[in-house]
């Protein structure tokens, strides 16, 4: 079965930093280029960051730029996300996405991610 | 990067049709043909329905079509159907490797 698993969000404060991981299963990892999209409570889906097969490009919103940093690991058939001063306006679900044909053809479930103090 | 424009509604009874819009610019929608559409239930992620404009994956009913035309897609639901009622996103490549979201659909079958 072809699966996304989100991991490693929570409660950070106004400034902090958490790593969110996405384990991927059931194709080849390393022929994807793969993508973070993220959800505000209540709010629609917002494109935040994607990356190439071989970690060679790297592209984010502007609204992360310089804070966030996109990663993965073939071998480990792993993505990741580097979320660094993070503000309140971050506070949302984060999905990983898997790029096919242009769009995001699997995503998986979301892990939450809420700044606060 | 402005989020691509959708009416926040639209509705209809089952059985009928429904099309959802979503406008953009020369930049995104109408500079390139790959504008995808998903569809969201309640506390769940989102699900691929149409890509490229007008394909559908496999696994989605041919009820659901899209198409373009200059800066604006569209999504239409044909047949509507109790489990059809969802949030709908469109989504737009918008050059230099960026892509933006609508700001979603809610769709209510009567």
């Known amino acids: 079965e072809v699966q996304l698993v989100e991991s490693g969000g929570g409660l950070v404060q106004p400034g902090g930093s958490l790593r969110l991981s996405c384990a991927a299963s059931?194709?080849?990892?390393?022929?994807?280029?793969m993508t973070w999209v993220r959800q505000a409570p209540g709010k629609g889906l917002e494109w935040v960051a994607n990356?190439?097969?071989?970690?060679?490009?790297?592209y984010y919103v502007d609204s992360v730029r310089g804070r966030f940093t996109i990663s993965r690991d073939n071998a480990k058939n792993s993505l990741y996300l580097q979320m660094n001063s993070l503000r309140a306006e971050d506070t949302a679900v984060y999905y990983c996405?898997?790029?096919?044909?242009?769009?995001?053809?699997?995503w998986g479930q979301g892990t939450m991610v809420t700044v606060s103090s | 990067q402005s989020a691509l424009t959708q009416p926040p509604s639209a509705s209809g009874s089952p059985g009928q049709s429904v099309t959802i819009s979503c406008t953009g610019t020369?930049?995104?929608?109408?500079?390139?043909?790959?504008v995808s559409w998903y569809q969201q239930h309640p506390g769940k992620a989102p699900k691929l329905m149409i890509y490229?404009?007008?394909k559908r994956p496999s696994g989605v009913p041919d009820r659901f079509s899209g198409s373009k035309s200059g800066n604006t897609a569209s999504l239409t639901v044909s047949g509507l159907q109790a489990e059809d009622e969802a949030d709908y996103y469109c989504?737009?490549?918008?050059?230099?490797?960026?892509?933006?979201f609508g700001g979603g659909t809610k769709l209510t079958v009567l």
């Open positions: 996405a898997r790029h096919a044909a242009w769009a995001f053809d699997i």
């Open positions: 059931g194709f080849t990892f390393s022929n994807y280029w």
């Open positions: 990356i190439n097969r071989h970690e060679s490009e790297k």
């Open positions: 020369s930049s995104d929608v109408g500079g390139h043909n790959f």
């Open positions: 490229e404009v007008s």
């Open positions: 989504n737009s490549y918008a050059g230099s490797n960026n892509w933006v």
